[in-house]
């Protein structure tokens, strides 16, 4: 249920956070209440998960698929300050999860690679690339306000959805 959840609500939002943020898909006012939406949505995802955890070391006993589930999604909250508050057994749980070596090493690489996104909406715009609005990111985008992201991205030609390409 945790590695569902993660994999298809909590993606969802990091995806849709990257829309606004590197794409460039909304700014302005639309931004900042798309961006408020995602946080709220984040919070309850967020609640969610410490009650999983409820107070253990791991969400599964050991160190395991729950918390490898988890892992991605979480330090993208943190990477975009929508992160778990301080003093909550989620926010002890992320740390003792970055002390990991392979842990800390994968969400290394991602902090790198985030810093080559600063030319992301150029490569939208210039048709360069394409990005995929399949099942849950679709519905993301269009019940947190960005129902004209689609049809703009459509119109454009700059959203894609699943096969067939």
Not at 106 to 132: C, P, V, Y
Not at 154 to 163: Q, S, V
């Amino acid at each position: 249920m945790i590695e569902d959840v993660c994999d298809t609500l909590y993606e969802a939002i990091n995806w849709g956070l990257g829309e606004i943020r590197w794409f460039k898909r909304a700014e302005g006012k639309k931004a900042e209440e798309m961006m408020a939406t995602a946080k709220s949505q984040t919070g309850q995802i967020l609640d969610w998960l410490e009650g999983r955890l409820a107070g253990r070391t791991w969400f599964c006993g050991d160190f395991g698929w729950a918390d490898l589930s988890v892992a991605p999604y979480l330090n993208r909250s943190v990477h975009y300050g929508f992160g778990p508050a301080e003093g909550s057994t989620l926010k002890t749980w992320h740390k003792r999860l970055c002390e990991r070596p392979s842990v800390a090493q994968t969400f290394k690489e991602f902090e790198a690679a985030s810093q080559n996104m600063g030319d992301a909406s150029a490569r939208l715009a210039s048709g360069a690339i394409r990005r995929e609005y399949r099942d849950h990111r679709l519905e993301w985008m269009m019940k947190s306000g960005g129902v004209q992201i689609v049809l703009d991205g459509l119109a454009k030609n700059n959203i894609r959805f699943t096969w067939p390409l």
